[in-house]
């Protein structure tokens, strides 16, 4: 994605971009947030799924990904000096990979948090089913391409799947 991320951008503005930008790559926004504190996000139509992780992690085979068959593609941006909770979820992995900005990651196998990880576009994490994990924005604008790896067949993941253990804004 070509984008001017910096931190005194403007909330509207890089939503702007970013949407003129996946709309330039032919994805289909079908729900987009620019309302949450942290920042927001952009979910692209599951029958893109395929395109999205071709264009988004060309290094990983769309069978090695595939842990049932549905997958669900989203850009997040978190903002400066802003984090996502500190969570896990029953029923998805996910794939993430730097789009711009740099952003801070934490990672845990247990409730308490690990050390902070700083990812530059180009990075790429993957988190298992269960994984505590936090997405923290640092100086700028972050941009992250996020694959839901739904792991239960006959209950996919949402956005209920998620179970905070800390949480800045109260959630």
Same mark, same amino acid.
């Not at 289909?28 to 504190?37: C, E, F, K, Y």
């Not at 992690?57 to 500190?86: G, Q, Y």
């Not at 896990?88 to 196998?109: L, Q």
């Not at 067949?153 to 209920?160: A, G, I, K, M, V």
């Given at each position: ?8 951008i403007d909330k509207k503005v @890089?939503? *702007?971009?970013? +949407? %003129? ?5 032919? /994805?289909?926004?079908?729900?987009? !947030? ?9 979910? @692209?139509? *599951?029958?893109? +799924? %395929? ?5 988004? /992690?060309?290094?990983?085979?769309? !069978? ?14 978190? +903002? ?11 029923r998805r992995a996910e794939i ?76």
């Amino acid at each position: 994605m070509n984008l001017n991320i910096s931190n005194t951008i403007d909330k509207k503005v @890089i939503f *702007e971009q970013i +949407a %003129a930008e996946l709309k330039k790559q032919n /994805f289909t926004i079908v729900q987009q !947030d620019a309302t949450r504190l942290w920042g927001g996000f952009f979910v @692209i139509d *599951e029958n893109q +799924a %395929a395109v999205f992780a071709a264009k988004f /992690f060309p290094h990983l085979e769309m !069978d090695k990904i595939k842990i049932t068959n549905k997958l669900s593609p989203k850009i997040l941006v978190v +903002a400066p000096d802003k984090r996502l909770s500190w969570q896990y979820h029953f029923r998805r992995a996910e794939i993430w990979k730097i789009v711009a900005g740099i952003v801070g990651v934490k990672t845990s196998s247990t409730d308490e948090e690990g050390e902070i990880q700083q990812l530059t576009p180009g990075d790429f994490i993957q988190m298992n089913k269960g994984e505590r994990h936090r997405l923290i924005g640092l100086d700028s604008w972050g941009v992250v391409a996020e694959i839901w790896q739904h792991t239960d067949r006959e209950n996919p993941s949402d956005e209920e799947d998620i179970v905070r253990l800390q949480d800045d804004f109260g959630r």
